[in-house]
């Protein structure tokens, strides 16, 4: 049993609006998964299903070992979800909300007020542990958010963009607090429209677009997977340049600034053949660059589009 | 733990969560005694000479009017709680963290059992306020202990019966703005019963319908308990009629509440 999340088929429509159509998830324990996809692809959708606020029209799921329709407590149990939208007690404390929090998980009253102190310590919320949580910043209360999340000690954490609307400080020190869970041994599942927020955090990444999955994979997997990937030889003068470029047929040599392009998948393999070729003709490259294509690139060639949001979005 | 401790102790949690709302913004439970404590003061100052006399057999006078009106505007109290209840539950439902509580594994139901207790236990204290200032008035109840046991009682009762309804009203409504307002012809109906004038005193439309309604036996109830009239069914009929509303408010709450799931 090493899947911490195992769903098949997942359907849901809202009215005759399909929203998920076939959804198959593979989650194994321990790691980081990411759902990416635009607004309105069925993150939060899938989300809610797998956290059992909603019921899906079809499909199986497996949280932690529990079947979902069975024994949703047993799900209950066993994970901890940080919605899109703040989950907070507005009109209470950050501290009073951390003992609800631990009350509610039955931890008893002196566990229950360590365990808050320690959040608190740890989310870097001491000094506003008095303060009203209405009064907190966006970034306070997403980590107030996180830390309430954590209270129970969840073996499979849901994060729906667990950093949308955050300064970029605050996004820093959310992804940080994200890898330290997952040193700990939780599994994470954590949905966002940010690409390079899949590439920095996650193990594996499933692309949702209109309620399908398009690609599933590491971030090195779907960026080999799209064309535009090539390795950048430069050379010290026209002449090396010419006669690298007679023994690497397929490439392309740009003169101006003396560099060769040629084409490949960015895998080590790869690398390695080039290598051996340059080799043996004796050719020395000043300097090599591999460029794999990014994520945008593997959206494009996913689905054709271009409409997630930019870094400048943000 | 077995399963119903631990419901006794998520809805002791949620009670305390709503019990520290309440202190933290006491503004809330002093409003429910507001417009009680209006209409009290314009009735008894402005009508009440008037009314006092013509209330036959009371002997008039204000004073008189006083002690006639108060169990009324108690039970106005009463009713007026419910909005706060309303909105109180209907913030909860539509805000972030119903969805934290959906997704833990506590007594469902605790988060409504929650809200109930806390509402009894501030609108007995908006309740006790009221009296108070009727009593400064001039109010003089004849409750001996016994009555006064017997009066908290039946206002208990009633509070309950009445917050399990502003329950459901607050499951029910897409906003706070309609969860005040769902309730609001609760607190008009002590009026439109025997609160403020006897029902006998009425046209004979309106008296069929106020000696009908559910405020006028549980009005004429405290009235007995605490001035000494005579109660008759009317103590029964109050029963009958705050056990009949805390069961369609519970159903209709809990229903409510679990059908939020399918979307
Ligand atoms: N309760 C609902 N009723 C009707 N449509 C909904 C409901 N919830 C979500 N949707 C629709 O489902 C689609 C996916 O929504 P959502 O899962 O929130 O996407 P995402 O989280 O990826 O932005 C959207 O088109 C949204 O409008
Ligand atoms: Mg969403």
Known sequence: MTAAIKATGLRKSFGDKVVLDGIDLYVPRGTIFALLGPNGAGKTTT??????????????VEVAGHDLAADPDGVRA?????????????????????????????????????????????????EAAGKLAGTYSGGMRR????????????????????TTGLDPRSRRTMWQSIEDLVAGGVTVLLTTQYLDEADRLADQIAVLDRGRLVAQGSAQELKRRVPGGHIRLRFADTTALGRAAH?????????????????GDGSVQALRDLLDRLDATGLRPEELQVHTPDLDDVFLALTGRTDTPQETSR | MSTLS?????????????????????????????????FLLLFVYVFGGAMGAGIGGLGGGRTQYLSYITPGIVLMTLASGSITTSVAVCVDMTGGIIDRFRT??????????????????????????????????????????????????????VTFALTWLSVAFGVFAKSPESAS??????????????????????????????EYQPFTP?????????????????????????????????????????RARTH
């Open chain 1, 47 to 60: 989300v809610r299903i797998l956290t059992t606020l909603i019921d899906a029209d079809a499909g199986r």
């Open chain 1, 78 to 126: 066993a994970i901890g979800v940080t919605g899109q939208f703040s989950a907070v007690d507005d009109k209470l404390t950050g501290r009073e909300n951390l003992i609800l929090m631990a009350d509610l998980n039955h931890l008893g009253r002196t566990r229950g007020r360590r365990r808050a102190d320690e959040l608190l310590d740890r989310f870097d919320l001491r």
């Open chain 1, 143 to 162: 980590r107030l958010d996180l830390a309430m999340t954590l209270v129970g000690d969840p073996q499979v954490i849901f994060l729906d963009e667990p």
């Open chain 1, 247 to 263: 023994v690497l047929d397929d490439a392309v040599a740009e003169d101006a600034d003396l560099t060769l392009r040629v084409p």
């Open chain 2, 6 to 38: 631990y419901a006794a102790s998520d809805s002791a949690t949620m009670l305390r969560r709503n019990l520290r709302h309440a202190i933290r913004y006491p503004s809330l439970t002093l409003s429910v005694a507001g417009m009680p404590l209006i």
């Open chain 2, 104 to 157: 833990m594994a506590i007594s469902r139901a605790s988060l409504l059992t929650g809200h109930v207790i806390g509402s009894v236990i501030t609108t007995m204290f908006s309740t006790a306020l009221v009296l108070g200032v009727a009593v400064a008035l001039g109010f003089r109840p004849d409750a001996g202990p016994l009555e006064w046991v017997a009066a908290a009682g039946v206002l208990t009762m």
């Open chain 2, 181 to 210: 307002n769902l309730p609001l012809p609760l607190s008009l109906l002590p009026m439109m019963g025997s609160g403020f004038v006897p029902t006998g005193s009425m046209p004979s439309g309106l008296r069929w319908f106020a």
């Open chain 2, 218 to 258: 549980m009005i004429e109830t405290l009235r007995g308990l605490l001035t000494g009239t005579a109660i008759g069914h009317s103590a029964a009929v109050s029963a009958a009629w705050s056990a009949g509303i805390a069961l369609v408010g519970y159903a209709w709450a809990k229903t409510r509440f679990n």
